[in-house]
Nanobody, 118 residues
């Protein structure tokens, strides 16, 4: 069974960088045609797709986040990392890692609450 687990700080100060890690088990993050996304949901709002990294290392970003977001991976650890620069209170949200393949299905992590506050 594929499992995704987000980890990182629950509280970040404004203007700092947020770094979150998604640890994937039950599947390789380089599995053919797999892709691994970061999605967030501010309280009371809808889901926002931020970016993704594909099985071959290609990355894609939402134009809304592209200027201050990067998604990377550590294939030896089966981890995908999100970095969001210059955070502000409006970046307070639950952040999810979502990924998988068409063949095996797509899976969600449980999510991690991140609060941006001084």
């Amino acid at each position: 069974q594929v499992q995704l687990q987000e980890s990182g700080p629950g509280l970040v100060k404004p203007s700092q960088m947020l770094s979150l890690t998604c640890t994937v088990s039950g599947s390789s993050i380089t599995a053919m045609y797999s892709f691994w996304n970061w999605v967030r949901q501010p309280a009371g709002k809808g889901l926002e797709w931020m970016g993704a990294i594909y099985f071959n290392g290609s990355t894609y970003y939402s134009p809304h986040f592209e200027s201050r977001t990067s998604v990377s991976r550590d294939t030896s650890k089966g981890q995908v990392t999100l970095k969001l620069n210059s955070v502000a209170p409006e970046d307070t949200a639950v952040y999810y890692c979502v990924g998988g393949t068409f063949a095996r299905g797509y899976f969600w992590g449980q999510g991690i609450q991140v609060t941006v506050s001084s």
